[in-house]
């Protein structure tokens, strides 16, 4: 089977609904987003749909990364990989210095970028006061940071 090309591009407020959707599926978590955030967060998609999506919260020099889902049927095929790389950009055209995330399943897949586990009480106070961190995400979630070397 051919795949589609797949077109990436920073979302919009026209977006909010299938990205919760998409998140939704996928059991992470959609609750906060909000449409004046969705400037900071990139998909991918097909012709027809959105397939993936990643975000950032950005506070200053520290950023959030969230939200990095790829629809089931198009995983292994480097989508996340591709998201992810548009959104590092991104994060450092905008002065990021440090990048935070939660997870439950992707520990693996966000080492070989380089992130590392650290425990939550190392985390800035303005991430630690995310919803994300706050409520959505529990506390068995691994806490990862990514420094970005100049």
Do not use: W
């Not at 979302?11 to 599926?25: N, P, Q, Y």
């Amino acid at each position: 089977m051919e795949m589609n090309p797949i077109f990436l591009s920073q979302a919009s407020v026209t977006h909010e609904g299938t990205i919760k959707s998409l998140l939704k599926r996928n059991n992470l978590p959609s609750e906060d987003i909000i449409p004046k955030n969705l400037k900071d967060f990139f998909i991918a998609k097909t012709k027809e749909k959105i397939i993936g999506v990643i975000g950032l919260e950005i506070f200053e020099e520290i950023g959030l990364l969230r939200s990095l889902c790829v629809e089931e049927t198009y995983r292994k095929k480097g989508i996340g990989f591709l998201l992810y790389k548009d959104l590092l950009i991104y994060a450092h055209s905008k002065g990021i210095k440090e990048l935070y995330l939660l997870t439950m399943t992707a520990e693996g897949f966000f080492q070989q970028f380089g992130f590392v586990a650290v425990d939550r009480s190392i985390v800035p106070e303005p991430i630690r006061m995310t919803s994300e961190f706050k409520d959505l995400c529990p506390s068995s979630a691994v806490c990862m940071k990514m420094k970005f070397i100049n």
